[in-house]
């Protein structure tokens, strides 16, 4: 069963870093497009960033210049480096995977940017 868990989040400062990690289960990663997605507390889901099975990656408006999307094929994990982290980055971030047909999500890790 395809599984993708999620990892990394937590409370950090504003002006911090957190790197977040999906890893993923009875797949592999290299033939998905993967996808962060983000929920701040009542409020819809946004697109973050994504990367696609070709390697190649794009990012929201909110995330250019401060995150990074990337993907260790040996591990089958796809990570998100955040920083210069700012309160209006809290959220539940999630990873999504979609491709050959299907579409899975991880939980979800709660990411808290405070004082």
């Known amino acids: 069963q395809v599984q993708l868990v999620e990892s990394g989040g937590g409370l950090v400062q504003p002006g911090g870093s957190l790197r977040l990690s999906c890893t993923a289960s009875?797949?592999?990663?290299?033939?998905?497009?993967f996808y962060w997605y983000r929920q701040p507390p009542g409020e819809q889901r946004e697109w973050v960033a994504g990367?696609?099975?070709?390697?190649?990656?794009d990012y929201s408006d909110l995330a250019k210049d401060r995150f990074t999307i990337f993907r260790d094929m040996i591990k089958n994990t796809v990570y998100l480096q955040m920083d210069n982290l700012k309160s209006d980055d809290t959220a539940v971030y999630y990873c999504?995977?979609?491709?050959?047909?299907?579409?899975?999500w991880g939980q979800g890790t709660q990411v808290t940017v405070s004082s």
């Open positions: 999504n995977a979609h491709g050959r047909g299907a579409n899975y």
């Open positions: 009875e797949m592999r990663i290299g033939i998905y497009n």
């Open positions: 990367i696609s099975s070709s390697g190649l990656f």
